[in-house]
């Protein structure tokens, strides 16, 4: 440790950061306590002993801890969001300037916003935060022209709906909310219509503006010269822009264990370093560095200053120093110099995936490669010789970053060493050549344009190769329920390995040592697994899939349910994004039983994906409605599919010891008008002495006959509150014999419906319901052991 003093600093300085969390100690005491080691250094330097040099290395340690949480408390204290109960408001105005505008794509157009007030239903807000402004209009000329005329600086006005972050509303999904307000962003205001976007003032920040010119410029130019998708690939590996590159795409090199080449890093500023070295090969060497930093600097600015970005800048900034002043540099101090530059600046980088995985993989590949070299470096074969470094060094960088990759994805890639050996050099062409046509495109539109046609073609021939290596199939095991406990005790049994790998001397030996720690981590990391849904129980959650429905149920016998999938959309389908990871999560592989309540695409349109990505078993609706074409066009898909379907009749189904009645009865004279809604199935699961009543969106025609046909049979512990608490529902006449304990509401966070409604909620508290909503509580899960129904918090789980 003696050559890495740098290394030394950086653990106590995390420590800082991560405790004011916690505790903020503050400016002035962080100077006090620094004053006062310096003056304890001082008085005993020339008097030092064993115990004195223990002492002031306690102070100096306790100094970095709370330098770490003085920069964590400067940074986080300044930022101020709105209160957490503005999560929705349709009627929002803001005031402010432009700090930043993304690159326009196929979305629309996003700028970030300083916002001095804004006005909420008639009512100011003077609170100064920073919001994401989203700006759509279906002119796309107009779109373009207010690309075209905004700047950072510009004094805007913009109307709209505004949103907070979607939250973690479901098991297992990404706190979006919390990843904004960790780059110190409130939420997200949706306008959709230019006009409602207006400039008041011209003002113009001069630098920031630059920088946009630059950026819109190069995506412009790549852009011309390239097709959609390997211009959307060159502005991700240039410009760190992957807004056009698709999810399915960005899905499989997650698959293929590849997904770091995406990220702007080392290799790209390598390509900058390499360009400099050539183009100013006969300059002096010191006008030559000093340039080749400038262009470095200037590299870094234009894609936003990203973690990997600026590791990489500053270490090949110290080694072109080093350089010049003919010193050797250190790769781990370089390392731990440049992750203390950035966090004394932005301390929350910390926590952003990006930073964790480049540092990682970086920190791991130095640390790891010297033992692998140590045994490849006696093979004869160079050829052979190569691609066990090649190996090597991919499987060094992949080590460290295994407890990020499956604490962010869950998955681990079985195809990833085979996959880096190709993609690895393959993006590194592709970013050479993207570089050539991006220089050609100044002098010669003739020869970017070739430049650009070969990337293009390159670029499908990569995506081919990621496809099939990340083929969803066979690419990797997925690691469910990965924690930051699984993670440290990964990073012990990978430290205990490298400080006993050179005691043991033979192969054998090793081999032993590293299935032992192995199997001592399996062993250990499964101490504190917890299943969310628990085997020999009835499990029932309510998924959170805003204005619909959707309820997974897990029987006691392993088998599956699903009621309803949500809304599926052109811009979010809950069955693609919602429903399938929990799934996923879960470990749910099929559905066994699917039940369409009724045929309003709030209910059944997230089925879609589920059936196409072949995780539905069998599909129970109503009776084929021939004068709605929505319907005959889903049974005609479900039968492409080779799915069968079963139309809802008086029948039970038998699943274990669980029961699920089917009481939709045909017979029963709802008249020929009756609306969609009362031909919603009427399902009752029993399990023991528990019950589950589902109501889909009955209207109260409907429930007054069922009333009067099942009367007390209807009595259930948890009841789904019909069509989300609309008012027309829910009518004391069919609660006077369900009487439920709990009340489940599946609804819209401020939905423009208003439900539910209040009549419907105080009907169910003089019942003294337990009411359970989604816009209030996210998912809900309910278990039943027979005896009694329990309501479970699974963000504690």
């Known amino acids: 440790m003696k050559n890495y003093p740098v290394i030394k600093i950086i653990p106590f300085f995390i420590s800082g950061i991560i405790l004011q969390h916690f505790v903020a100690i503050g400016l002035l005491y962080f100077a006090i306590i620094y004053l006062l080691a310096l003056i304890v250094y001082w008085v005993y330097q020339n008097h030092l002993s064993v115990h004195r040099i223990l002492f002031i290395s306690l102070l100096v340690n306790t100094m970095f801890i709370l330098a770490g949480n003085s920069a964590a408390d400067i940074c986080f204290s300044n930022r101020q969001f709105y209160s957490a109960n503005i999560e929705k408001e349709n009627d929002f105005t803001l005031y402010g300037s432009i700090n930043s505008i993304y690159l326009l794509n196929k979305s629309g157009l996003r700028f970030e916003i300083d916002v001095d007030s804004a006005k909420v239903n008639k009512i100011i807000l003077h609170r100064k935060v920073t919001l994401i402004c989203s700006v759509k209009d279906e002119n796309n000329k ?29 098991p297992g999904e990404f706190d979006y909310n919390n990843y904004l307000h960790l780059y110190g962003t409130t939420g997200i205001l949706n306008v959709y219509n230019t006009d409602d976007f207006m400039i008041l003032d011209h003002s113009v920040n001069q ?19 390239h097709d959609f998708d390997a211009a959307s690939l060159m502005k991700g590996l240039l410009l760190a822009d992957r807004s056009e590159m698709n999810d399915e795409t960005k899905t499989e090199f997650v698959n293929a ?161 085979a996959a880096n050996l190709i993609v690895i050099p393959f993006i590194g062409f592709l970013v050479g050549i993207g570089l050539a046509s991006l220089l050609a495109s100044y002098f010669s539109p003739f020869i970017a344009a070739s430049y650009g046609s070969i990337n293009s073609v390159l670029t499908k021939l990569l995506y081919f190769i990621v496809h099939i290596s990340g083929g969803e199939k066979y690419s990797f095991m997925w690691i469910r329920n990965y924690s930051l406990y699984d993670s440290i005790i990964f990073y012990l049994m990978l430290l205990t390995l490298v400080l006993l790998y050179k005691k043991f001397t033979g192969p054998i030996a090793k081999l032993l040592l590293v299935a032992f720690l192995l199997i001592n981590y399996i062993t250990i990391a499964s101490f ?64 066994d039983y699917a039940f369409v309540s009724h045929i309003d695409s709030d209910h059944y349109s997230g089925f879609v994906s589920l059936i196409q990505a072949g995780r539905i078993r069998r599909i129970y609706k109503p009776a084929l409605d021939t004068s709605l074409s929505r319907d005959i066009k889903f049974e005609d898909f479900v039968k492409r599919n080779n799915i069968p379907i079963t139309h809802y009749d008086q029948s039970v189904i038998k699943i274990g010891n669980a029961r699920i009645f089917v009481l939709n009865n045909i017979s029963i004279p709802l008249g020929k008008n009756n609306s969609n809604n009362d031909r919603s199935s009427l399902l009752k699961i029993i399990y023991g002495n528990t019950s589950f009543l589902f109501t889909g969106d009955l209207g109260k025609k409907a429930e007054k006959y069922y009333s009067s046909y099942y009367k007390s049979k209807l009595k259930s512990d948890v009841l789904k509150v019909s069509h989300h608490g609309s008012k027309y529902c829910s009518s004391l006449n069919i609660l006077n014999n369900i009487k439920p304990h709990f009340a489940l509401i599946s609804a819209g966070i401020k939905n423009k419906f208003h439900h539910p409604a209040q009549e419907v909620l105080e009907r169910l508290h003089a019942f003294n319901s ?17 005896y009694y129904v329990s309501n479970v918090n699974w963000r504690d789980l």
């Open 207 to 225: 630098f920031s503006n630059l920088l946009f010119r630059v950026r819109k410029s190069i995506a412009g130019r790549l852009s011309d010269y």
């Open 528 to 591: 504190d697994n917890k299943e969310i849904l628990t085997e020999n129980e009835l499990n029932v959650m309510m998924v959170d899939v805003g204005q619909g429905d959707s309820f997974l149920i897990r029987f006691p016998d392993g088998e599956s349910a699903l009621i309803d999938a949500g809304e599926a959309t052109l811009k979010f389908d809950n069955g693609e994004k919602v429903i399938l990871p929990l799934m996923n999560h879960l470990n749910i592989p099929a559905i």
């Open 257 to 417: 264990g590849v997904v770091h080449v995406l990220a702007v890093s080392g290799l790209n500023v390598e390509y900058v370093l390499l360009l400099c070295v050539i183009l100013l090969g006969r300059f002096n060497i010191y006008p030559k560095s000093f340039i080749t930093i400038c262009c470095l600097i200037l590299f870094l600015l234009i894609t936003g200053i990203q973690a990997s970005v600026f590791r990489a800048v500053l270490m090949s900034t110290l080694v072109v120093m080093a350089y010049i002043s003919g010193r050797s540099t250190n790769v781990i101090n370089s390392l731990a110099l440049s992750a203390i530059i950035l966090l004394t600046f932005s301390p929350f980088y910390l926590y952003d995936p990006g930073f964790q995985l480049s540092y990682a993989a970086v920190f791991s590949m130095t640390l790891l490669y010297p033992y692998f070299h140590n045994e490849i470096k006696n093979i004869k074969n160079k050829s052979l010789k190569l691609i066990a470094q090649l190996v090597a060094l991919s499987l060094s960088a992949q080590i460290g970053t295994i407890p990020f990759t499956l604490f962010y994805f869950g998955k681990l890639s079985v195809t990833s060493l």
């Open 142 to 170: 107009k779109l373009f022209s207010l690309y075209s005329s905004a700047s950072p600086g510009n004094r805007i006005t913009a109307s709209g709906i505004f949103i907070k972050g979607r939250t973690c509303r479901n």
């Open 770 to 786: 337990d009411i359970l909503r989604t816009d209030k509580l996210g998912a809900v899960l309910l278990r039943s052991d027979g």
